[in-house]
T-cell receptor
Framework: EADIYQTPRYLVIGTGKKITLECSQT?????MYWYQQDPGMELHLIHY???????EKGDLSSESTVSRIRTEHFPLTLESARPSHTSQYLC????????????FGPGTRLTVT | QKEVEQNSGPLSVPEGAIASLNCTYS??????FFWYRQYSGKSPELIMF????GDKEDGRFTAQLNKASQYVSLLIRDSQPSDSATYLC????????????FGAGTILRVKS
């Protein structure tokens, strides 16, 4: 059973607000990921981290930023939310060894009005 | 060409039948192959992974890998309505630094 948590699960917020989506895992995994997924659409990698103080942008351009100060914590921040940011955000983690299977958190459904 | 290709479906099968889901990939250097299940509005859940040619069985699920033909499939025996979900195939192409590339998923509907 994967232990990866995301808060909040649902967030409705107005345009221009700063938001932080939290993601924590208790498995000691070095690698962590953020994906964005619209309903019925495919997953898009927006950020990943290979360890503390290591972050990279993913395949899909995103206005969000991430940080990795602690192994277990990988928050995602939007400085100024816009309606185009409305989506589901999924956090995942994996060990740094084969087969690199990823375990997902429950997700945060963000709505920007 | 996409790294990972799946038929979007929906694939409809009657309850009790075998559901066969297929996935092709482009990077011959890929080492590991994964099947995830995603219910509507939920996050993906790992079903199983395979990295050797041949079959791998886990309960009602069997993953099949053919590296020469670059395809991986998932068979679900005795399909149940609770199996109705989107099934995502994922691959770890060598050029992606062990990050996974996900297919767009196949919608499976099991009719009772």
């Amino acid at each position: 059973e994967a232990d990866i948590y995301q808060t909040p699960r649902y967030l409705v917020i107005g345009t221009g607000k700063k938001i932080t989506l939290e993601c924590s895992q208790t498995m000691g995994h070095d690698k962590m990921y953020w994906y964005q997924q619209d309903p019925g659409m495919e997953l898009h990698l927006i950020h990943y981290s290979y360890g503390v103080n290591s972050t990279e942008k993913g395949d899909l351009s995103s206005e969000s930023t991430v940080s990795r100060i602690r192994t277990e914590h990988f928050p995602l921040t939007l400085e100024s939310a816009r309606p185009s940011h409305t989506s589901q955000y999924l956090c995942a983690s994996s060990e740094d060894r084969a087969p690199y299977e990823q375990y997902f958190g429950p997700g945060t459904r963000l709505t920007v009005t | 060409q996409k790294e990972v290709e799946q038929n979007s479906g929906p694939l409809s099968v009657p309850e009790g039948a075998i559901a066969s889901l297929n996935c092709t990939y482009s990077d011959r250097g890929s080492q590991s192959f994964f099947w995830y299940r995603q219910y509507s509005g939920k996050s993906p859940e790992l079903i199983m992974f395979i990295y050797s040619n041949g079959d791998k069985e886990d309960g009602r699920f069997t993953a099949q890998l053919n590296k020469a033909s670059q395809y991986v499939s998932l068979l679900i025996r005795d399909s149940q309505p609770s199996d109705s979900a989107t099934y995502l195939c994922a691959v770890d192409p060598m050029e992606y630094g062990n990050k996974l590339v996900f297919g767009a998923g196949t919608i499976l509907r099991v009719k009772s």
